[in-house]
Nanobody, 128 residues
Framework: VQLQASGGGLVEAGASLRLSCVGS????????VGWFRQAPGKEREGVSC????????YYPDSVKGRFTISRDNGKNTFLLQMNALKPEDTAVYYC??????????????????????WGQGTQVTVSS
């Protein structure tokens, strides 16, 4: 099981970025998936998670209305569209999933212990 994240970069405040995560070794359609981020000196936090069964995605207030998670099941991929980026969005972003099925988006983003499957991080830097 592998997750491969891509799409990070350096942008100015107010710009948009789209992150992509490709899965291999398992079918993402059947699992809850999500994006997490970790800024220097801060704990990793879930910023967008969505279930496999059509439940509402979870977003914390810090990104609600600006970030959108979506799936491209035909490509075994899920995406994070980030709009109106702010300097405080600067972090390493990770895609994740978990072998336990039927988690809600909220439960994956708050999973303890951490989700079981992780991609490598991709750096997002937003300049002011």
């Amino acid at each position: 099981v592998q997750l491969q994240a891509s799409g990070g970069g350096l942008v100015e405040a107010g710009a948009s970025l789209r992150l992509s995560c490709v899965g291999s070794g398992f079918t993402l359609d059947y699992y809850t998936v999500g994006w997490f981020r970790q800024a220097p000196g801060k704990e990793r936090e879930g910023v967008s998670c969505v279930s496999s069964w059509g439940g509402a995605p979870y977003y914390p207030d810090s990104v609600k209305g600006r970030f959108t998670i979506s799936r491209d099941n035909g490509k075994n991929t899920f995406l994070l569209q980030m709009n109106a980026l702010k300097p405080e969005d600067t972090a390493v972003y990770y895609c994740a999933s978990d072998p336990v099925r039927y988690l809600s988006g909220y439960n994956l983003c708050h999973r303890s212990p951490r989700p079981g499957y992780w991609g490598q991080g991709t750096q997002v830097t937003v300049s002011s």
